[in-house]
């Protein structure tokens, strides 16, 4: 059975070491408007502060019609020693490769495979979500 563009996005994802992928649509997310003005600052530095391009995709790609959207864990799964002395520690994120990088290389990827599978019109929007995970003890 041959597989859609989507499933075979996803998979390609998958081998090139995203940890979860998405597929959903450009259009407006107006449904979310609330949400995205009530916690406006929370990610401040860390996500567009214009809400409207937030809210709504073809302003940021006019054409799209989905967006791909990736997650990349960068927990390294390290064991500290608890000892009592006062040190600091540093964050998960800062220790390795940087999971933008880890990221772009996924979505570059993607895009390769995209050009030689689909039309040269198909127009996709690549998104690039991460996540933190906290350290467990």
Known sequence: MKMTIE???????????ADDV????????????????????????????????RLKPSLALSGAKSIIVLSKNYRLNSKFNIDGKIRGYISMGAVGKDYH????????????????????????????VHYATELQQ
Not at 102 to 125: A, D, H, N, Q, R
């Open 7 to 17: 499933e075979n996005i996803k998979r390609y994802a998958f081998e090139l070491g």
């Open 22 to 53: 998405g597929i959903c649509s450009a259009e407006d997310f107006e449904e979310i408007r609330p949400q995205i003005e009530a916690k406006k600052d929370l990610l401040k530095g860390f996500a567009e502060m214009d809400i409207e391009k």
């Open 101 to 128: 990088i880890y990221i772009s290389e996924i979505l570059k990827g993607i895009s390769e495979m995209i050009e030689k599978t689909t039309m040269p019109s198909v127009f996709i929007l690549l998104i690039q």
